[in-house]
């Protein structure tokens, strides 16, 4: 068999088949890509609406405090902190404190300065006693008189300023151990004892997040489209997002009078961030269940019914 034969049976055979092959892997590839993509199941069973009439919305867990964001007021190395994540804590209770040794080394020079103010406030005393204590006054010149009273007075000013010169560096020391503003919980530990904390972070970075969770608040976000059915002290339901069978009764607090843009995301693919929500506070009624600061809450409210 020679070339020509073979080149021959290769255009005969092979480039159909090659052809045919490549016309199959087409038809393959469309019929692939026309598919729909399989529904993605949720996770859990969204909740059953408990009302006839309802407004839904997301509703984001928090302390009835709102959640303090704790600062220093003077920035330098924290030295100690004596509480933990989860731990109870009273009003002024410490929270942690910064170095103090600079301060504390002030604060000893100006109660130095405080008794030597005192000491040449007892002398300028002393020399007026004596001057008074002159039988015949005749004998003191009123000059005199005049400049031992004029010491007293300055004596008497100079241990004023120092005595609130050492006040202010008790002041100042004082400041360097930030102490629980309310009765709460440790929500949040954001610094470590040797890390420097500067005095000019924002609520978003916060050296630590305190609040009262006894009881548990919840920040409900209804669509501003609904907000006219909104009534006050409507009964509401709570289901524990990714739970359903987990439900809270919630009891109304209040409402927060300004429609703001919607910052609590749920992450859902449908969400529209440039929505304008009518915030509504609950209060969780009892306190034994597993929900935590920060959860989000399917929550639905008693409303009236669209017309």
Known sequence: MNLST???????????ILALFGFISAIRAVSAGNQQPPIAMPIAAPPKA????????????????????IATQLSGVVSAIPVTVGQQVTA???????????????????????????????????????????????AVSEELLVQRRSKVETATAELARAEAAAEQERVELERLTVRAPIA??????????????AATRTSGDALMVL???????????IDENDAWRMKEGSDAVGFLRGNAAIRVD?????????????????????????????????????????????????VYVRAAPNP
């Not at 073979?6 to 159909?16: A, D, E, Q, R």
């Not at 009302?51 to 405090?65: C, M, P």
């Not at 942690?96 to 406030?121: C, G, M, N, P």
Request: hydrophobic share 40%; net charge neutral; charged share 25%.
């Open 50 to 69: 408990p009302f006839t009439d309802f407004v839904a919305g997301s509703g984001l867990v928090e302390a009835s405090s709102e959640n303090i964001s």
């Open 92 to 138: 002024g209770d410490p929270l942690f404190s910064i170095d103090s040794r600079s301060q504390s080394a002030r604060l000893l020079t100006a109660e130095a300065e405080v008794q030597v103010a005192k000491a040449q406030l007892s002398d300028a005393r002393s020399l007026l006693e004596l001057i008074r204590k002159v039988k015949d006054m005749r």
């Open 211 to 221: 609040g009262a969770t006894i009881p548990l608040h919840v920040r409900v976000d």
């Open 184 to 197: 709460g919980t440790v929500l949040q530990l954001r610094t470590r004892v040797g890390e420097f904390a």
């Open 250 to 298: 919630l009891e109304f607090v209040r409402f927060e009078p300004y429609i703001v843009p919607k910052r609590s995301l749920t992450g859902e693919s449908t969400e529209r961030v440039d929505t304008r929500v009518f915030q509504t506070i609950y209060r969780i009624i009892g306190a034994n269940h597993p929900i935590f600061v920060g959860q989000l809450l399917d």
């Open 6 to 16: 073979i080149l021959k049976g290769i255009k005969t055979y092979f480039v159909p």
